[in-house]
């Protein structure tokens, strides 16, 4: 939409006004295009080519799953205890630590498609 960041402040401030629910996740979703203008090209296109719009949940506060480096990516596990935003979204932000053996090697965000999600409470 081209607005200034304040809006990514100011949108969530009024709306919590009437409804701090509907704020918090006003405020998560679009924060996380702001995140996914961080990310690398390839990634941006993935998301945004069909829908500018597209909906990124979030599991970031800390990383409560585990990676491991493959050809062209990750192959990530776990089970986030929370996703802002799960529900109506395509896409989900996930925090991970990368392992090598039983080693920390790294952290990352990993993007991930809804339809790559599975298991845990009643969600896909």
Known sequence: MELDF???FDIPYEIGRGCCSTAWNVGNLGIHHWMLA???ERAQEDLWADNPDV???SGIA???GR???V???FVISGLWNFSSGVDPSSWNMLAVQVFDGDKVVDHRMCLVPQSDLSGGQGQP
Do not use: K
């Open 6 to 8: 304040t809006a990514i």
């Open 38 to 40: 961080l990310y690398d």
């Open 55 to 57: 909906l990124i949940a």
């Open 62 to 64: 800390y990383p409560q």
């Open 67 to 69: 990676a491991r480096r």
């Open 71 to 73: 050809d062209g990516g």
